[in-house]
């Protein structure tokens, strides 16, 4: 089982290009998020899904779009990167709000570096 | 609203000594709780959950955590530390039906050295 898979696992990219990064789940889940790690910031939310064709904010959104076109994708994009955006991306899923308890399972993540 | 505070950014142990690591929530109805541990350059894996059954949870590894209602607090411990317990560990309460659709809240983590 592939659970959650992100790509690319590494990228740098220069201030200003986009860039997209997608996240593929094989578990059926209906909810995806995407975090950001930051050292001694823990993980922060930046948009998430609760459905296919659906997202929402979350706690840091600005300078990010997300898609939900297929269920077990969800693809987070920078239109203009930014130094600040520096960070370790992390994709999570869960089946719903119903079913035990609420576990998150996590992709491997993405390293990201703006210069 | 909730939040999640873990009360030490670094512990460092020797192996063969008990752990602890302290974090202390703040919610508004009945939580679910979590530790989750990140091994470097790794994703998060869950370690253990409590979902309001029994407030001694074990998870795996030998970790486990007592729920405390009356201290607001979950605090995970492992009578003996190993050396490939060296981690970072984060505490995470969940955001619930409110909010960001069931979000979970990220505590700031807590790295966990292990002395030879």
């Known amino acids: 089982n592939a659970g959650v898979t992100q790509t690319p696992k590494f990228r740098v990219l220069k201030t200003g290009q986009s860039m997209t990064l997608l996240c593929a789940q094989d578990?059926?889940?209906?909810?995806m998020y995407w975090y950001r790690q930051d050292p001694g910031m823990g993980l922060r939310l930046i948009h998430y899904?609760?459905?296919?064709?659906?997202?929402a904010k979350g706690e840091v959104p600005d300078g990010y779009n997300v898609s939900r076109l297929k269920k077990q994708n969800f693809l987070l994009g920078l239109e203009s990167a930014a130094p600040s955006q520096t960070s370790v991306y992390f994709c999570?899923?869960?089946?719903?709000?119903?079913?035990?308890?609420?576990?998150?399972?996590f992709g491997a993540g993405s390293r990201l570096t703006v210069l | 609203a909730q939040s999640v505070t873990q009360l030490d950014s670094h512990v460092s142990v020797s192996e063969g000594t008990p752990v602890l690591l302290r974090c202390n929530y703040s919610?508004?109805?009945?939580?679910?709780l979590f530790w989750y541990v990140q091994h470097p350059n790794k994703g998060l894996q869950l370690l253990l959950k409590?979902?309001?059954?029994?407030?001694l949870v074990k998870g795996i590894n030998g970790f486990e955590a007592e729920f405390k209602k009356s201290e607001t607090s979950f605090h995970l411990t492992k009578p003996s530390a190993h050396m490939s317990d060296a981690a970072e560990y984060f505490c995470?309460?969940?955001?619930?039906?409110?909010?960001?659709?069931?979000?979970?809240?990220f505590g700031k983590g807590t790295k966990l050295s292990v002395k030879p």
């Open positions: 409590y979902t309001s059954a029994a407030t």
């Open positions: 578990m059926n889940h209906e909810y």
């Open positions: 999570a899923s869960r089946r719903n709000l119903h079913s035990g308890a609420n576990v998150l399972t």
């Open positions: 919610s508004s109805y009945s939580p679910s």
């Open positions: 995470v309460v969940s955001g619930g039906y409110g909010g960001s659709q069931g979000n979970l809240i």
């Open positions: 899904s609760v459905g296919e064709g659906t997202t």
